[in-house]
């Protein structure tokens, strides 16, 4: 069974940083784009950076120059490094993580940027 594992959320001063870690298990296909989603109450879920197996990545406006995702294939591992974080960046955010087959989604890891 296939597991996302995430970790290193949590609360921020306005333009400080944090780093988003998913640890997937379980996959017998080889992962292709790993992802960071990210939801805040009343909105939408929406994709904030995006990594191809080849490494390409996109982003949403309002992040680039401020996140960079990264992901370690050999330990299957996807990682959002959020710098210069905004009140306005606080949200649930979700790794996902899709094989040739289906898409996977973590549990969810918090992130609150608060004076």
Do not use: H
């Amino acid at each position: 069974q296939v597991q996302l594992v995430e970790s290193g959320g949590g609360l921020v001063q306005p333009g400080g940083s944090l780093r988003l870690s998913c640890a997937v298990s379980g996959s017998r296909s080889s992962i292709r784009d790993m992802g960071w989603y990210r939801q805040a109450p009343g909105n939408e879920r929406e994709l904030v950076a995006g990594i191809t197996s080849g490494g390409s990545t996109n982003y949403v406006d309002s992040v680039k120059g401020r996140f960079t995702i990264s992901r370690d294939n050999a330990k299957n591992t996807v990682y959002l490094q959020m710098n210069s974080l905004r009140p306005e960046d606080a949200a649930v955010y979700y790794c996902n993580v899709k094989t040739l087959f289906r898409s996977y989604w973590g549990q969810g890891t918090q992130v609150t940027v608060s004076s």
